[in-house]
């Protein structure tokens, strides 16, 4: 069975700070996919950052990077530069070459002025 | 390039009624996933449709079922609503299948709530 874990349930950052979201894994597979998707209030899904697990080099896009960790099964999600609209739910969430995402509950981050 | 899209955006239905949700695919996507988000959770995997063909399903019971269309659209059905029911009804779709993974991309969901 594959589970996703995110310990922190809502987190706070001041806007230009930077922010760092937890998320731990496990799964059976040797390969897997990592994602981090974010959730605005509009509802709308939206993929952040992936990061394949046979990939050793951690992904980066603009402001957001990843630090994984295949050997503790850790995959935190570094937010830097934190903007107003970065405001949402954030969902680490896992995948092998079958069919699913598997989501972690989330991490309500809220960017302030 | 038109993205995912579903309809209705939110309904209210009573206890014990049948339900249909819809699904837009995006253009050249003949995958697609359903997954329910209850309130203040992540959400879950339902089922897949690869080809007019269910591909995997998760921990949900028959009462939930789909069709995917020669379009590649589709419909998530749900028999004798409970209240647990009640949640956001998330499609995804993505390019392909055949053992590798491909990047879903959602939809902006359906609100559903049973009274």
């Known amino acids: 069975a594959q589970t996703v874990t995110q310990s922190q349930p809502e987190m706070s950052v001041q806007e230009a700070e930077t922010v760092t979201l937890s998320c731990t894994y496990d799964?059976?597979?040797?390969?897997?996919?990592l994602f981090w998707y974010k959730q605005p209030p509009s509802r709308q899904m939206i993929l952040v950052i992936r990061?394949?697990?046979?990939?050793?080099q951690n992904a980066t896009e603009n402001r957001f990077s990843v630090n994984f960790q295949k050997a503790a099964k850790s995959f935190s999600l570094k937010i830097s530069d934190s903007q107003l609209g970065d405001t949402a739910m954030y969902f680490c969430?896992?995948?092998?070459?079958?069919?699913?995402?598997?989501f972690g509950k989330g991490t309500s981050l809220l960017v302030t002025p | 390039e038109t993205g995912v899209t579903q309809s209705p955006t939110h309904l209210i239905k009573t206890r014990g009624q049948q339900v249909t949700l819809r699904c837009s695919s995006q253009?050249?996507?003949?995958?697609v996933s359903w997954y329910q988000q209850a309130l203040g959770q992540g959400p879950q995997f339902i089922f897949q449709?690869?080809?007019?063909?269910?591909?995997g399903r998760g921990n949900f019971p028959p009462r939930f079922s789909g069709l995917q269309f020669p379009n590649y659209s589709s419909e998530l059905n749900v028999n004798a609503l409970e209240l647990d029911d009640s949640a956001l009804y998330l499609c995804?779709?993505?390019?392909?299948?055949?053992?590798?993974?491909?990047?879903?991309?959602f939809g902006p969901g359906t609100r559903l709530t049973v009274t």
């Open positions: 253009s050249g996507h003949n995958t």
């Open positions: 995804a779709s993505s390019p392909g299948l055949a053992g590798t993974f491909y990047e879903q991309y």
């Open positions: 969430a896992l995948a092998n070459s079958g069919y699913a995402l598997n």
């Open positions: 449709y690869y080809r007019e063909e269910e591909n």
């Open positions: 990061q394949e697990a046979y990939k050793q």
């Open positions: 799964t059976s597979e040797n390969n897997y996919y």
